[in-house]
């Protein structure tokens, strides 16, 4: 494998030096000869496709109508919906006031108590009253993890469970200070901490109970740099517990349905949730927010009524159908092309109709999310905004590209199945890509 490797960085820089050291801009055709003779084009499945903005015309394709899985690549496909469903804030809860109750109930807002985007409002809101606080049940009509999710990954960050009113992120957060005691947010959950005595293991780390909300913490004590963040165990009745908790009052489950002209608290701006969702590749927040959609849209939280009506209704002028299962990539039965996520990236642009707005919410290269350390910048600029998208054996870049010469450029960069380490598939990417935007 090393051999190989090496190969691939030789090949790819006498390639790169050969383009380099030419003359003006790089024709089309050296971009299929560069392809054609790059090692991660021979030794796994790759697509690419690469748009002219400006001319409105495709200046190379590679199999651009083959379906790839494209991992977070997904959540631009939640993006756009959300920016046809939602509005310039995102619905925190809705209620209604009967006698002395207040009736509430979740959108799937996930800025709800979340430690980065701190969507307070509904909580004040909550807070303030002097009534009867009664927690509306029933309106979410899914399980608590999509399609094609792994199940045991469910004490990763990443895999947080998806409800009606989603607390704190739905995860617990724990960490250890410079004397390294350990801090458990919310604090709710610190009672349900418990030793592992019979793991051997001495870093410290903590594992929850598959089926229940017990934390078991492995080692002897946290490092001073320890931090986790640990998916809890949703459901209805932790809802009322935990609320309750914070809100220092009482909270009742009821299964009263609130009327149509029920009232919404809106708790942040949109913006703030897409930009979360996109930079670090929030798999959570983008669950959620199909959930929210799904509230505005329908009533009620289904996220599979909302993909189908994006297919029917959004995306229906798409090149190649996709197969989309859930918001975030976490799903292995997500399928789209190449040439489809170009013509998703077209829509995305019209539709927010504000460059440097669109790019400030994506990753830049060198410069912020996941593709900070990525790129290098040219000159401190970016030039590369785009989505990252990686599972096992997979990785893919979609996105817009800025040459030296001003050319706007629209790419998907897909890359399935290799065996490789992801880092030497991703510097190859970048190599190119960082080409491009030189001499094209």
């Known amino acids: 494998m090393l051999r190989r490797l090496s190969i691939m960085i030789l090949a790819a820089t006498l390639l790169t030096n050969s383009f380099v050291a030419q003359a003006g801009r790089i024709p089309k055709r050296k971009i299929r000869r560069m392809f054609k003779h790059l090692a991660i084009v021979n030794d796994h499945f790759t697509g690419f496709m690469l748009y002219d903005l400006d001319k409105g015309r495709s200046i190379f394709e590679l199999n651009s109508n083959k379906y790839f899985t494209p991992a977070s690549n997904t959540k631009l496909f939640t993006f756009y919906t959300c920016l046809n ?28 108590l979340h430690a980065d985007l701190k969507g307070n409002n509904a909580f004040s809101f909550l807070k303030q009253q002097n009534k009867q606080l009664l927690f509306c049940t029933g309106n979410y009509q899914k399980e608590i993890f999509g399609a094609g999710w792994a199940w045991d990954d469910y004490n990763d960050y990443y895999q947080a469970e998806i409800n009606n009113l989603p607390l704190y992120g739905n995860t617990v957060y724990f960490s250890a200070d410079s004397s390294r005691n350990l801090s458990v947010t919310p604090a709710f959950f610190r009672s349900l901490l418990l030793r592992d005595t019979a793991s051997k293991q001495s870093t410290f780390s903590i594992k929850r109970d598959l089926v229940s909300n017990r934390f078991y913490f492995l080692g002897a004590k946290p490092s ?8 809890f165990k949703t459901s209805d009745e932790l809802t009322v517990k935990l609320l309750a908790d914070t809100l220092k009052k009482p909270v009742y489950l009821s299964h009263m349905t609130l009327p149509a002209n029920a009232k919404i608290i809106y708790n942040i701006k949109a913006d703030s949730v897409y930009k979360l969702m996109l930079q670090t590749s929030d798999n959570f927040v983008a669950e959620q927010l199909l959930l929210v959609c ?27 159908k996709p197969q989309w299962r859930d918001g975030s990539g976490l799903s292995r039965q997500n399928l789209f092309t190449p040439r489809s996520i170009i013509a998703l990236l077209q829509k995305i642009s019209a539709k927010v109709n504000d460059e440097k707005k669109l790019f400030g919410m994506l990753p830049n290269g060198g410069v912020s999310g996941t593709l900070r350390t990525a790129y290098n910048t040219d000159n401190g600029e970016p030039f590369v905004f785009a989505k990252t998208g990686s599972l096992s054996n997979n990785y893919n870049q979609s996105g817009y590209l800025v040459t030296r010469k001003g050319h706007r450029l629209a790419f998907s960069f897909m890359n399935n199945n290799y065996t490789d380490a992801t880092h030497a598939v991703r510097d190859e990417m970048v190599r190119i890509m960082t080409l491009i935007h030189e001499k094209f």
């Open 85 to 112: 469903m939602l509005g310039d804030s995102i619905p925190g809860i809705k209620y209604s006031i009967e006698g002395d109750s207040l009736l509430f109930s979740g959108t799937g807002d996930p800025s709800f």
């Open 294 to 320: 799904s509230s505005v849209k329908y009533g009620y939280l289904n996220t599979d009524s909302v993909r189908q009506y994006a297919i029917d209704s959004l995306l229906n002028d798409l090149p190649d």
């Open 224 to 231: 001073s740099k320890y931090h986790q963040w640990v998916p």
